[in-house]
Every structure is written in C-alpha cells, then in structure tokens.
C-alpha cells in the first residue's frame, strides 16, 4: 500500500455514479457516428488500393499488353491505319479477361471477408448489402470515367499519334464515348454484384454456397438457352446492343437482391 | 494480491485500516481514490468503493466531495478500539485452543505468554 | 429499472449439437461480469447472441428492451470482437483505428492510440500476420475504445504475455471506473480474472449453472477434505458437486453452506473445511456435469 504515491484521481464512483453515467451513455446511442450504409462503403473504400490502384494497374498491363501486339503486327507488316489493321485491334478481348477476372475476384473477397468485420463494428446486414452496392457503384463510375478520358485521349490524339487502338475499341463502343462510359459503368457493376452473390452465398452456406449457386445459374442458363434455341436465328439477325444493357441491369438487380436475401439472415460463425 | 474467501471488500477495508494504524497515512491525510486501489490491486471498481465504503460508514474515512477521501481524525484511536475488541477473539481464543490440542496445561500456557512478553522488547 | 439484459429460453443448436440449452437469466447495467466456463462450454455462442451476430434456435434476447438482431440502436450499444475475429484482406491496425470511429458511436481515438501503444501493437502490419497474443491485444483495443454500454469480450487473455495481461487489467479497471459499463468477459482462465468481477456467470455444456453476486459465492458452496472414508459418510446425501479423491484422501465440493451440526460431525472425524474460490466453483461446476455425460 505504501507504493501507492499522491492520488491523480481523486473522484471515487459510486453505485449511483455508475448506473446514472450508465444511463446517460446509452441515452447518446440513439444513431451511430455516421449513416450506417456509407460506413460500411467507407470500410470497403479503406482498402484504397486495392479499389483505386489494382484496376488501374490491370488496364495499364492491357494497354501495354496491346501495344506489343500492335507492334508484332506491324512488324509482320500490317500498316496502322488500314482496314485490317484498325478490325483486328478493335477486336482484342484482352480487356474483359483481364479486368473481369480481377472485379470477380474482388466482389467475392470484399463481401466475403469484409462481412464479419462490418458486423463486429455494429453493421446492421441491410446496411453492408446497401453500403457494398453503393461501393461498387463507386468502383463502376471510377472506371468509366477512367476508360472514357482514356478513349476520349485517344480519340483526341489520333490514335496516340501512330494509330494504336487501345481505348478505341469494339467492347468499349468503338469510340462512342457516352457509349464507352455506360458500357464499363454497367459492366463493372454487373460483373461487382454477381461476384457479390457468390460472396454472400459462402458466408451463408460456407463452401458448398457458391457451388449450389453456380451450378443453379449455370441450370437456369441451359434451360433458358434450350428454350430459345430454335429462335436463334432470328435473335441473332435482331439483336440491339441496348438488350446488353437491359441483360446488365436485370443482372445487377437480381445480384442485389440475391446478396440482400442470402445476408438478411446470414450468422458469424 | 487477495486470496481466501473472506470478501475482497472487506480485505480491502482491513489493508487500509492496517495502513491506517501503522501511520501509512496520518490522520487528515488523503488515501488513493477508490479507482487507483481498484486498479493498483485489480479489483472491480464496485468492490473497491464498497471497501472504501466500509472504512467511511465505520468513521475512520471521510470523503470531501469533488477533492477525495480522508483519514478521519481519532481514526487512529478508532481502529485501534476495535481491534482491541477482537483480540481475544482473532488471537486469544485460537492461541488457547491450538495449546489444549497440543496438550497443555494452563500454567504452561500462562508461562509461554510471560516469556514471549519478555522476550519482546517493548 | 428494467434489466440490461434478458435471455428468456435461449436455445442454439447446430445440426445436431446443442450448444446453447434453455438459457433464462437477467443481467443490471453497470457490472464486470465474468462468464466462466470451459472450453467448448457454449460461452462464444452466448455472447454472438447477445451481440446480434447469431441468431436463437428458440428464445429471446433483449437488451435495454430490444432484440439486438438487426437492430442498429441497439447494435450501436454493443461491442463483441470474437475470439476468431477476421479482418478483411490486408487490413492493418491503423485501418481499424481510422474506420472504428465511422460505426462506434462512443469511440475514443485518443484512448485507443494509448493502448496500441500500451500493447506495442504494431501499426502498419497486415492483421493476418499477427501472433495470437497481437490478435487478443487488437481486439481488447477495439473492446475498449468503443466505450460501448454493452462490452463483450471473448476470451482476451489467449496468447497475451504477463505484462500485456497486467496492462490490461489496469485499462479495463480504470476505464470502465471512469466511464461506467456494462463489461462481460469470457475466460477459460479463471484465476486471472477472479478479483475483476462483481457478478458470475458459470456455463457448462451450454446451461447456465450459476448466475451470482461475487460477494455471495462464499455461500453458494464450500469444500471439505479428509480421509476418504470420512467425507464419504460425511457428505452422503449432500448436493456434491465435485468429489476429489486419491486412494485414502477425499476432497468434497458441496452445494450450499456447512451448518452447525455438519462442523460438529466435520471435527469429530477430523474433516477440514473450507471455502470455495470462483476458480473452485468453476472446476466443481464443469466435473458435474462432465460426470452426468459420462453416466449419460
């Protein structure tokens, strides 16, 4: 006892003290420090990074990728600027492999592994399934501008001065600029949901979630594809790009409330 | 830092009632707040103001509001009284038992208690 | 004043095992409250419940009234960082400090940079690479510093060294001395704790087998221990909840307290008596049950 030097603190807590400071601070719970839902997208949005950087990088090795190609071309002797030279670079897939196996990877790991943390800090479920959605929205409109400024440098650079069709190409709307913008922001976010569900399906049912889930989409797209295939002609001759755009918001929709049906209920364990 | 079953509040009200009468703090001197005992000996902030307690509501602690808490004055005297009132229940009373126990007769008894009080120096 | 914390019938089961059965018991505000248990005992499950982080079988949980599921007012008055927390991918302390403050109402920076600091919590370093002791110091952090009404902690000693143990106690004590709390700490480590709290809660093979007071422990049970031929006949018809024997020596944890005629028969046979420890209880507690499975 005597170690004990001067008391700093000289208020002793009482039994009252106790229950009226008790009170008084579940009284100041009534919201939490900041809406719930843009809690949860700034928590995603932590891994900055991983959100702003790694897809940037992607489209960088793409680009460069595309160059060396272009190059070989060349050197085999196709002229920049010729009809075949200009079809076979707008052509290049390159893009969608890339980025899409990387989106895919990051909607199922940020829902996958962020869910539990966002719980441990007082998330509510509805708020992490708005609070990612309004994520991948931002990923999806960062993109799109990211792509469009680049095709629109592109465009504005005639090609980057040698005739290189990177931006300038058929997935991204061949140089139609308002088209490029709604193709990556509606794809990304397509591509951001979906992977999503299969998150959110491994969080409800572990390992054999995702599986189940696959193999039902992968059912509903035979027998839907089964159904159509004697018509196949006659879609094909009268397909219109917008019915992409229509697939993708139906995909991002039913991805949301999939996410939403499988986490409402959704436990730690 | 406490063991055994008596209550820890009561164990801690005996630590500051020995420190008390050995001189650790004199009378009108301030004793550490409820909350630096609870955290010096780890004890629940509850039981430590309970033990504290037990030291104001007995007179020998006093507490100022808003500046702390106090040997009382004649706190000293206090404790001393009481323990008085206990010796022979808290050390007479076992001593004479252990002793017939071990077979002694009461003037063997009594010539212990001489010589150890000999022995002493007072 | 309503209670804190009532559990009415509180079931879980996974699959086919049960790890929560018919759990009923209040709890006040303003308490450090140990749930005690062994491993495995169902003290995880309880207090996922009680966070909203798992959801009942059967039953009800309510706290300050609501059920914690899905409810943020409510949630935003509790903090549980389970024993097997996850972080996401990557993720370091500093992220966890610069995102608590977003989802913890009564979250205090200044405190938390204290006790990383207390704990020599390395900053910038993935989560995932972190040492036991480093994952039990992050989640004590965040336990802390959320200053929630409702505090739970998960078995927060595993891995943590002497003096982090000791630094502990000392942030917890004063911390919740001066913002006053609702604390309930699981442990398997019993003795650590004991003198930290002012209420227990003893769990074995997920049923509550004690809810009480600290200061009434003593007269909940008490040990007697002698030859064992003695304690045999002297304990036979008590409620002995643990019986400790070698060959010629018995050890007898009984429910309730020795009485006037029990101390005379105690003597005469030469039985010595004692009291009970919580650690003692919590031994009792757990091999009562563990022989009624074994019978089972």
């Known amino acids: 006892m005597t170690v004990l030097g001067t008391p700093a603190q000289t208020r002793t807590p009482e039994a009252s003290d106790v229950t009226s400071n008790f009170n008084s601070s579940s009284s100041s719970t009534k919201g939490p420090a900041m809406n719930p839902v843009l809690a949860v997208t700034q928590l995603h949005l932590t891994r900055k990074r991983m959100t702003f950087g790694v897809p940037v990088l992607y489209v960088g090795v793409v ?20 009809t075949g030279w200009i079809v076979s670079s707008r052509s290049n897939p390159g893009l969608v492999w890339a980025l899409g196996g990387f989106l895919g ?69 061949n140089g139609n600029l308002p088209a490029t913008f709604a193709i990556v922001l509606l794809g990304v976010l397509a591509m951001l949901t979906v992977a999503g569900v299969f998150g959110a399906a491994w969080i409800r049912f572990s390992n ?48 949301s409330l999939g996410s939403w049906r499988l986490l409402r209920r959704a436990i730690i364990r | ?83 008085r009132d206990r010796l022979r229940a808290d050390f007479v009373e076992p001593l004479v038992r252990e002793a017939r126990l071990l077979g002694l007769r009461p003037a063997e008894i009594e010539r212990l208690v001489r010589d150890t009080l000999a022995k002493e120096p007072s | 004043m309503t209670d804190h914390l009532v559990l009415d019938g509180v079931t879980r089961r996974f699959g086919s095992h049960t790890a ?58 509790i903090n549980l960082v389970r024993d097997n927390q996850r972080y996401p991918d990557d993720f370091t302390v500093g992220n966890v400090l610069s995102i608590a403050p977003r989802f913890l109402p009564h979250w205090d920076a200044d405190f938390a940079k204290r006790l990383v600091a207390g704990f020599r919590v390395p900053l910038n370093q993935s989560v995932k690479k972190f040492s036991r002791g480093q994952l039990s110091a992050v989640a004590i952090v965040l336990g802390l510093a959320s ?57 074995d093979s997920g049923r509550i087998l004690l809810n009480a007071d600290i200061d009434e422990i003593p007269e909940i049970a008490f040990t007697v221990s002698g030859r064992d031929d003695a304690i045999r006949e002297l304990t036979a018809g008590l409620d002995v909840l643990r019986l400790h024997t070698v060959p010629g020596l018995a050890s007898a944890t009984i429910r309730g307290s020795a009485d006037d005629a029990f101390l005379v028969r105690a003597e ?29």
């Open chain 3, 147 to 203: 200053r929630a009404p409702l505090t739970l902690m998960d078995e927060p000693y595993l891995g943590l060294d002497v003096n982090a143990r000791r630094y502990f106690h000392e942030a917890l004590v004063r911390d919740v001395a001066e913002h006053p709390r609702t604390v309930i700490l699981s442990t398997h480590h019993v003795e650590e704790s004991e003198s930290l709290f002012d209420r227990v809660l003893i769990v």
């Open chain 2, 1 to 83: 830092m406490f063991t055994g079953t008596t209550p820890l509040f009561q164990q801690l009200a005996t630590r500051l009632a020995d420190d008390i009468v050995s001189g650790t703090y004199p009378e009108e001197s301030a004793v550490p707040s409820a909350t630096d005992l609870a955290v010096f000996f780890d004890l629940n902030p509850a039981t430590a103001s309970k033990g504290v307690n037990l030291l104001v509501e007995q007179g020998a602690l006093y507490k100022k509001r808003g500046i702390g808490i106090f040997v009382a004055p004649g706190a000293r005297e206090l404790l001393l009284a009481q323990r």
């Open chain 3, 20 to 77: 929560l059965d018919d759990v009923s018991f209040t709890l006040a505000a303003g308490s450090i409250c140990g749930l005690l248990g062994r491993n495995g005992a169902g003290k995880t499950t309880l207090l996922s419940l009680i966070a909203g982080q798992d959801l009942p079988s059967a039953g009800t949980i309510h706290v300050n009234g609501h059920s914690p599921f899905e409810h943020a007012p409510t949630l935003a008055g």
């Open chain 3, 268 to 296: 005469a046979v030469g039985a010595r008596i004692q009291g009970v420890s919580v650690a003692d209880l919590v031994t009792a507690f757990g091999s009562e049950s563990a022989a009624e499975a074994v019978a089972a």
């Open chain 1, 208 to 255: 054999r979630g995702p599986i189940l889930l696959g193999i039902g989409i992968g059912l509903v797209i035979v027998v839907a594809v089964l159904i159509l295939v004697p018509q196949a002609a006659q879609i094909v001759a009268a397909f219109e790009p917008w019915w992409l755009a229509i697939a993708a918001g139906v995909a991002i929709i039913a991805a």
């Open chain 1, 105 to 173: 990877y990051m909607g199922v790991s940020s829902t996958a592994t962020t869910f539990r943390f966002a719980i441990t800090l007082g998330a509510t479920r509805r708020a992490f399934t708005l609070g990612t959605l309004l994520w991948n929205l931002v990923i999806a409109s960062y993109l799109a501008v990211v792509l469009t400024v680049l095709a629109a440098l592109e465009l504005a650079t005639n090609h980057w001065f040698v005739g290189f069709y990177i931006f300038d190409i058929a997935i991204l709307g």
């Open chain 1, 63 to 82: 680009a460069v990728l595309s160059i060396l190609i272009s190059l070989i071309a060349w050197r085999a002797g196709s002229q920049p600027g010729s």
